[in-house]
Structures are given as C-alpha cells and as structure tokens.
C-alpha cells in the first residue's frame, strides 16, 4: 500500500494534535522504582493508591509491578508542573500515606524526571 508523503505529513499533524500539550508550561514528570520487603509489595501498592484521586494538578498516577523483581513497583506520574508535584508531598493524605509505608519500603531504584508532551490517557487540566 502506498501513502503519498502529503498524506502521511497530514496524519501526523492530526495525530500529534491530539496527543500532544499545546499551550502553557511543560508539565512535570517523574517515573520511579520502589522495593517493598520481601512479601509486601500488595500491600506497599495498595497503601500508594490510595486517595490519588484528589491530588491537584495531578495528570496521570500509575503504580505498575516490575516483571523482573516481586517485591518492585514503578510509579509513573504526569504533573501540571514541578510546583504542582512537590505541593502534592504536603498533602495530609500523602503524608499520612509516606508514614504507613514506610516501614515497608525496602528501598528505592532508578529515577527519572520527565516532560511529558501528551499521550493517550494523560487527562487534561
């Protein structure tokens, strides 16, 4: 099947409209690994979902297991701003949240700031 470059350069606009930021600041990511002690990864994740939902300029929080390691999570976050993320680190849940897991967090992996551009599932502000 043979596409015409003109054709092509128009999907790609039409794509990149609608999975890219198009005005305002760039937006702050962060993806990062945390280790649980061994056996306690359930309940390390489950103690990191908890209350996302009300996290103000919060775009996308994603826990995911690491295939590799049974007792790793990778977090992956999407922020209106860097301001937005460290903000989010004071809030009462989140504090509440770091003081319970603490004592099961084995320690901590790669991690890497981003600036996310857009995507699929990376909600608007």
Request: with cysteine; aromatic share 6%.
């Amino acid at each position: 099947m043979f596409i015409s470059r003109r054709t092509f350069a128009i999907g790609a606009v039409t794509l990149g409209a609608c999975a890219t930021q198009t005005m305002g600041p760039p937006m702050y990511g962060v993806i990062g690994k945390m280790r649980a002690q061994p056996g306690q990864r359930d309940a390390l994740v489950a103690i990191l979902l908890e209350g996302v939902d009300s996290m103000p300029g919060c775009r996308s929080y994603v826990i995911a297991h690491d295939p590799t390691d049974a007792d790793a999570v990778w977090i992956t976050e999407a922020w209106d701003n860097a301001e937005s993320h460290r903000a989010s680190l004071q809030l009462p849940q989140v504090q509440a949240a770091i003081a319970r897991a603490r004592p099961i967090i084995a320690g901590f992996g790669e991690r890497f700031e981003t600036i996310p551009i857009g995507g699929h599932g990376l909600a608007s502000s």
